[in-house]
């Protein structure tokens, strides 16, 4: 199985200030068909998870542009420009190239 | 509206059955391949499997731990997903997602459910 590994798993942040999470896979997540295949959720406290960002670093409908993702082959960041209270939650990265699926531990962002 | 609604969970015996479905609408459920993800109380999110849709036969993939004890199906004439568990464990305790992977080459889910909570206990 392909091991998801974040840092850091928790990120105090002031209001108006950036916040970056790295996601580190055991192997190279390009898939056969040339994308990688790395996606962001969010989650909330008390929700489900949310899409942020597919395939490395494509923003999902409705999510605002102060997320954005990048990185190649096996080193992946989320990077947010400026947290708003909104965004405190438990961020996950997540590979969709090879069976099983499989998710990072999450990375707590909260407000300091 | 585009919304996944599971319902099934409950308290159940270590070694007994449950059977969580997850009502789609508000798209065409049966162009989906549809999954289950759960998450342990606390922990973070664990894949359990998947099923394609008609035009790929309805084949099915599990996590290496659930496969033989959990069974997905689905049901396009209700728009419904079902995940079948047996021989439950106390570590199958986790709220249980249903998921719709997205169209295109998305290569993740791009709706989620809200989840139903699973406690497996004597």
């Known amino acids: 199985d392909i091991v998801m590994t974040q840092t850091p798993l928790s990120s105090p942040v002031t209001l108006g200030q950036p916040a970056s999470i790295s996601c580190r896979s055991s192997?190279?997540?390009?898939?056969?068909?040339?994308?990688?295949?790395l996606s962001w959720l969010q989650q909330r406290p008390g929700q489900p998870p949310r899409l942020l960002i597919y395939?490395?670093?494509n923003r999902f409908s409705g999510v605002p542009d102060r997320f954005s993702g990048s990185g190649a082959g096996t080193d992946f960041t989320l990077k947010i420009s400026r947290v708003e209270a909104e965004d405190v939650g438990v961020y996950y990265c997540?590979?969709?190239?090879?069976?099983?699926?499989?998710f990072g531990q999450g990375t707590k962002v909260e407000i300091k | 509206e585009v919304q996944l609604v599971e319902s099934g969970g409950g308290l159940v015996q270590p070694g007994g059955s449950l059977r969580l479905s997850c009502a789609a609408s508000?798209?065409?459920?049966?162009?989906?391949?549809m999954d289950w993800v759960r998450q342990a109380p606390g922990k973070g999110l664990e894949w359990v499997g998947r099923?394609?849709?008609?035009?790929?036969?309805?084949?099915?993939e599990y996590a290496a731990s659930m496969k033989g004890r959990f069974t997905i199906s689905r049901d396009d004439s209700k728009n419904s997903l079902y995940l079948e568990m047996n021989s439950l464990k106390t570590e199958d305790t986790a709220v249980y997602y249903c998921?719709?992977?997205?169209?295109?080459?998305?290569?993740?889910?791009?709706?989620w459910g809200q989840g139903t909570m699973v406690t497996v206990s004597s």
């Open positions: 998921a719709r992977k997205g169209s295109g080459s998305y290569g993740t889910f791009d709706i």
């Open positions: 192997q190279s997540l390009v898939h056969s068909d040339g994308n990688t295949y």
């Open positions: 395939k490395t670093s």
């Open positions: 099923i394609r849709n008609k035009a790929n036969s309805y084949t099915t």
């Open positions: 997540m590979q969709g190239t090879q069976f099983p699926w499989t």
């Open positions: 508000g798209f065409i459920f049966s162009d989906h391949y």
